[in-house]
């Protein structure tokens, strides 16, 4: 299932590799739209802020609960598309759009079970126990993606590496591994279909096997498979295996083999629609091939039945003349033997039948003679047709063997020939998908481009905002300077306050008071000083506090002293 969903669906990948033998065999194809992305119901459970997310953080919280998960989970996912509220019937807490239809789910003991992992360090222990019974228990945990074994296969895994891991989060990383495996392989899968719930054979139940089909993806893979081109044949293949069923289409002599493919599909009559005529391949729409077989069959059984009809007339045709040549023998036989019965009591035949073998004994060493010469060629003329047949057989022999070694040439070369063609499909395949794939950087490169773009001038701007900081550093530093001159003048001018005061010996303990405070004043400007140095901007401010009040005390000063001279112009005069 999510593997399928990585590609958007089973449905799209199927269409996918249509789409791509399409491109390379260079025919049209129109891309069909069932609807089945899967992917915002991936999104909905295993994203950042989805349903296993949301239950990886509510175990963290110990007053959490099963209902508080709930309430989260519908905070969060309400008004999504995949996500919905059950029925107010329903016992269930909430409901998922899954490809198969609508899902109920109820949170029971959720939060209880996802916090129920095993310890790495325990199970390693028992794997590694005494006991062959406790160790076989545990003998498969590098199978199990949440040890430590499997922790460390992923690079760039996010899953936690502390001694605290929910179960869903071994199960993401189990599941990433094993999508890991998948991409690096090419898989093939297997449906498997339940006809019934009893365990019966031969029990088949319609609607639990449609469910089934439906719920799988078989129908809509189907309905791809109908709608494009799933069956394919090169031209010198289709053209030895329905030649049959179009004797005058193709000239004698070579012809090019898409150009005999197209005669013999014009003479067929097939609809346009049920075909489409690649660059080395014919391709056909779901049951056209078939249709052909069974054409093909019906061809082959007429001819067959002509062929065995001429060789049974010909067996009958000889076996009636045989029987001819039997009825002529019977009747030479009868007639001679009806002429022996009138004859052997013949007294002339009696004589003539022994007096012939004497007439013989003149001419018989002659013939004796004659036949041991016919004799004697005759041995010559099958020792030279032994010989020839010999020196034939070898050469018949050394025929078929060049023959099998020929044919055994031709099969490789036919398989080379697959091979290779199979061999330029895949490149053409992977060329095209290299260049999608160059496409992909293209645009990635243009959109880099225009990043680096703005992060340039992004970086122009803020080299003048570092270019006004400077400047306002450098001023700031000056105006820092000015205040350390000003604040040296202020400790001259408390300086020969201080000395003022030392002389006047009347006034000592309110000027005590009024030096400390002073002083504590003159503290609490210097620690403001020292923080205004950080801050830069705020020191204009305090500058001018510390001014208004050394102002102040400059005046209560004057005032004190002019009420000290006073005094020490009445105490004269008293």
Known sequence: FMFFSSSGSILSSKQWY??????????????????????????????????????????WFPKATDQTYVSKVENEMLGKAKFAKPDFRSQADFCVLHYAGYVEYKADKWLLKNMDPLNENLVQLLSESADFFVAALFKDTSSNPGFSSM???????????????????????QLENLMNVLHETRPHFVRCIIPNHEKKPGKMVAPLILEQLRCNGVLEGIRI??????????????????????????????????????????????DPRLYRIGKSKIFFRAGVLANLESERD???????????????????????????????????????????????????WRLFT????????????????????????????????????????ALLKKTMEERALLNEQ???????????????VRLATKKAELEEYIHDLEERIDSEEEKNMKIMSEKKRVEGT??????????????????????????????????????????????????????????????????????????????????????????????????????SALIPLL
């Open 410 to 424: 031709i099969f490789r070369e036919k398989e080379m020939a697959a091979e290779a063609d199979d061999q330029r």
């Open 225 to 270: 498979c109908r709608q494009g081109y799933p069956n394919r044949i090169l031209f010198q293949e289709f053209r030895q295996r329905y030649e049959i069923l179009t004797p005058n289409a193709i000239p004698p002599g070579f012809m090019d083999g898409r150009k005999a493919a197209t005669a013999m599909l014009n003479q067929l009559d097939l």
């Open 151 to 173: 922790a460390n296969a992923g690079q760039t895994s996010r899953v936690r590496k502390g001694m605290f891991r929910t179960v869903s989060q071994l199960y993401k990383q």
């Open 466 to 567: 570092i270019a006004e900081l400077e400047a306002t550093l450098a001023d700031e530093g000056n105006a820092r300077q000015k205040l350390s001159i000003e604040k040296q003048q202020l400790e001259n001018k408390l300086k020969a306050i201080e000395d003022s005061l030392a002389n006047r010996e009347d006034n000592i303990a309110k000027m005590t008071r009024d030096k400390a405070q002073m002083d504590a004043r003159l503290k609490d400007t210097q620690s403001a000083l020292i923080e205004e140095e950080d801050k830069g901007k705020a020191l204009t401010k305090q500058k001018v506090k510390l001014e208004t009040m050394l102002q102040e005390l400059e005046d209560k000063l004057q005032k004190k002293e002019k009420s000290t001279d006073c005094d």
């Open 298 to 348: 019906e061809k082959l059984r007429v001819l067959i039945i002509g062929i065995q009809a001429l060789a049974r007339g010909k067996l009958a045709v000889e076996n009636f003349k045989k029987l001819i040549q039997q009825h002529k023998a019977i009747q030479v036989l009868q007639r001679n033997g009806k002429c022996y019965l009138k004859l052997r009591n013949w007294q002339w």
């Open 18 to 59: 249509q789409r791509r033998v399409a491109i390379t065999a260079g025919i049209e194809w129109k891309f069909i739209d069932f609807g089945l992305d899967l992917q915002p119901c991936i999104d909905l459970i295993e994203k950042p802020m989805g349903i296993l997310a949301l239950l990886d953080e509510e175990c």
């Open 354 to 393: 022994k007096v012939k073998p004497l007439l013989q004994v003149t001419s018989r060493d002659k013939e004796i003679h004659e036949r041991e010469e016919e004799l004697k060629k005759v041995q010559d003329q099958h020792n030279k047709d032994k010989q020839t047949m010999e020196e034939i057989e």
